[in-house]
């Protein structure tokens, strides 16, 4: 999200009576939230708005305005995003595998994924020791790649290594508001995610995971 407005931009409205003026921001953040495809945080709608008017306000408002319609306004980490709603998943499936698509994950991409998901912030000496062998910088790439994963705070030993964190788009993916709506651990298992940083003995294509 740009950082920077036009130096014309009017975020005050002073021209336009206050309904009208509200109205206009809420068209603002909706139009900000669908032109993101990631969670837009606070303090970048409040860009888009008169100096002093709330933000929780008017996406409350805005949240009302959508009610009827097949997307919603949700909280996802610490901003907010639009999505369709869970009832349109299906019709969504049967058009495309639009998650399949934006993803482009293998599993064990998956499995790195909540590894890191559920021991952040970890580095890549910590994601071996939990799969018994390197992670690939490929590997972590294409997770940076698709905004899944972002560099945490360095390790205070030899070296510092970087960790990696999730971000608000991994929370966006996975339908998540935030960490604490991770599934079970055993919940993973079930579903085949938590087999391998359970059982380093089988990790799949070795060649994947190689330098």
């Given at each position: 999200m740009a950082k920077k407005r036009a130096p014309d931009f009017d975020r005050d409205l002073s021209d336009l009576p206050p309904e009208l003026r509200w109205r206009e921001w809420m068209k603002?953040?909706?139009?900000?939230?669908?032109?993101?495809?990631?969670?837009?945080?606070?303090?970048?709608?409040?860009?888009?708005?008169?100096?002093?008017?709330?933000?929780?306000?008017?996406?409350?408002?805005?949240?009302?305005?959508?009610?009827?319609?097949?997307?919603?306004?949700?909280?996802?980490?610490?901003?907010?995003?639009?999505?369709?709603?869970?009832?349109?998943?299906?019709?969504?499936?049967?058009?495309?595998?639009?998650?399949?698509?934006a993803l482009n994950l293998s599993d064990h991409d998956v499995a790195v994924l909540a590894a890191i998901a559920y021991h952040q912030p970890i580095s890549r000496d910590g994601l071996k020791d939990i799969f018994g062998k390197d992670i690939s910088r490929d590997l972590i790439g294409r997770l940076s790649e698709r905004d899944l994963i972002a560099p945490g705070p360095r390790e205070p030993r030899r070296g510092a290594p970087y960790t990696f964190v999730t971000t608000d788009a991994f929370l966006a993916a996975?339908?998540?508001?935030?960490?604490?709506?991770?599934?079970?651990?055993?919940?993973?298992?079930?579903?085949?995610?938590?087999?391998a940083p359970l059982d380093p003995l089988d990790q799949g294509d070795d060649a994947a995971l190689s330098e």
């Amino acid at each position: 999200m740009a950082k920077k407005r036009a130096p014309d931009f009017d975020r005050d409205l002073s021209d336009l009576p206050p309904e009208l003026r509200w109205r206009e921001w809420m068209k603002r953040i909706e139009a900000v939230l669908f032109a993101s495809a990631a969670p837009v945080a606070r303090e970048d709608l409040a860009r888009v708005v008169g100096q002093g008017a709330s933000v929780d306000l008017l996406i409350e408002d805005l949240r009302a305005d959508v009610e009827t319609r097949p997307y919603e306004i949700a909280k996802c980490g610490n901003g907010w995003l639009l999505r369709t709603r869970a009832a349109y998943g299906p019709a969504i499936r049967a058009a495309a595998d639009a998650t399949e698509q934006a993803l482009n994950l293998s599993d064990h991409d998956v499995a790195v994924l909540a590894a890191i998901a559920y021991h952040q912030p970890i580095s890549r000496d910590g994601l071996k020791d939990i799969f018994g062998k390197d992670i690939s910088r490929d590997l972590i790439g294409r997770l940076s790649e698709r905004d899944l994963i972002a560099p945490g705070p360095r390790e205070p030993r030899r070296g510092a290594p970087y960790t990696f964190v999730t971000t608000d788009a991994f929370l966006a993916a996975f339908d998540l508001t935030s960490l604490a709506d991770l599934p079970d651990p055993e919940q993973l298992q079930d579903a085949g995610l938590a087999q391998a940083p359970l059982d380093p003995l089988d990790q799949g294509d070795d060649a994947a995971l190689s330098e």
